[in-house]
């Protein structure tokens, strides 16, 4: 399972990973209730970046948390989940009202799909503690000291033009010291629009890594190359291995700086019974990994447990081929798992489930 990764050739002993974004108080109906029906929520607490933190830190890599939150109850709560599961929150900020004027931690409300019914998701989160504060005279350069990697997402810096400002500070600061950095492009219609996104990511681009969830649409923009036929609306959502193959070697082409591409493809067969695979652009090559069906318990953060998946994969050197298939088992394994994150400890019993065969013809 061991291979050589060129990418982390200089950070292969010991990894120190941070992770910047929101974290959000979760509330869910239970038994799958809807939400106009509900007299009580379960309460937890995520948001993309955090659920990654959780999973490594879970899976023994030494990880970080930097998010703004209100100082009072329930921002120190949710600081209190993260380092109830070894997440270092050290550089987190508890914010004053003088700060963040709204002082208050964003909220998303969660109705569980079942059988023929998909799940809902409602968000509470505008003039959150993170989106209010004035990162301007924030020294990122302190906060990146001693990591060896940094991952964003294409989330928090649509919560504001402060985030904005702060992701490509900080991916632009994490280069400059010879970081690892990774970003998922999750594209959130509600927070603002494709062109808004694409515009914005595109930017983000020439300084990463390792890209996740890449949808063309919004991550590039050149109007010579690719609005041209089919291209114009994008990627498709279930694509063959020959399409994948031609999208990563467009991306590689057009930004050199790539060193991996990786996205999920989900087949939903109802609200309760889905499917995933995943395609992986890496050392040249586009790798498909097995297919995973499995019954759902809590979908939210299946896109966040395969990134972490990988991440993990490639800090421990597996071949591309257990990266691609470990990142799957990752994300299979959470569905089955309440709450955002994948709360796995055992990395053997991921890779126990992607060496099982689940191949399943439909």
Not at 12 to 40: D, Q, V, W
Not at 86 to 109: F, N
Not at 133 to 147: H, I, K, Q, R, T
Not at 257 to 273: F, M, P, Q, T, W
Request: charged share 20%; glycine share 6%.
């Amino acid at each position: 399972m061991v291979h050589e990764n060129p990418l982390l050739k200089e950070n292969c002993n010991s990894h120190r990973f941070l992770t910047i974004g929101e974290i959000m108080l979760r509330l869910t109906p239970p038994n799958y209730e809807k939400i106009r029906m509900a007299s009580n929520f379960e309460a937890s607490y995520g948001g993309s970046e955090a659920n990654i933190a959780l999973a490594l830190a879970n899976l023994g890599i030494d990880s970080t948390f930097f998010t703004v939150v209100p100082n009072n109850s329930l921002g120190k709560s949710a600081v209190r989940m993260l380092r109830s599961n070894d997440v270092h929150c050290t550089p987190v900020i508890l914010s004053t009202p003088e700060q963040t004027p709204t002082h208050r931690l964003g909220t998303y409300y969660l109705e569980t799909g079942y059988g023929i019914r998909s799940s809902k998701v409602i968000y509470d989160r505008k003039n959150s503690a993170i989106a209010e504060y004035d990162f301007c005279s924030y020294d990122f350069d302190a906060l990146l000291e001693g990591f060896t990697w940094l991952h964003l997402s294409g989330i928090t810096p649509a919560l504001g033009a402060n985030c904005r400002d702060m992701i490509l500070r900080c991916l632009k600061a994490a280069k400059e010291k010879g970081m690892i950095t990774s970003f998922d492009g999750n594209f959130r219609s509600t927070l603002w629009t494709w062109e808004e996104a694409r515009d914005f990511c595109t930017k983000c681009l020439p300084y990463v890594d390792v890209l996740f969830g890449i949808e063309p649409y919004h991550l590039w923009k050149d109007e010579t190359d690719h609005s041209k036929g089919d291209w114009k609306d994008g990627m498709p959502f279930q694509p063959d291995y020959e399409r994948q193959d031609e999208i990563f070697q467009v991306f590689a082409r057009q930004y050199p700086n790539l060193k991996c591409i990786a996205r999920h493809v989900r087949y939903a067969h109802s609200g309760s019974e889905n499917s995933l695979k995943a395609y992986m652009w890496y050392e040249g090559h586009t790798f498909e990994s097995r297919l995973f069906t499995f019954h759902i318990l809590d979908r939210v953060g299946g896109g966040d447990a395969f990134a972490s998946g990988l991440i993990y994969a490639m800090m421990n050197h597996y071949r591309p081929m257990d990266m691609v298939n470990f990142a799957v088992a990752s994300s299979a394994l959470k569905h089955t798992i309440r709450g955002d994150a994948n709360i796995t400890d055992d990395a053997a019993a991921i890779r126990n489930l992607m060496n099982m065969n689940y191949d399943i013809k439909r």
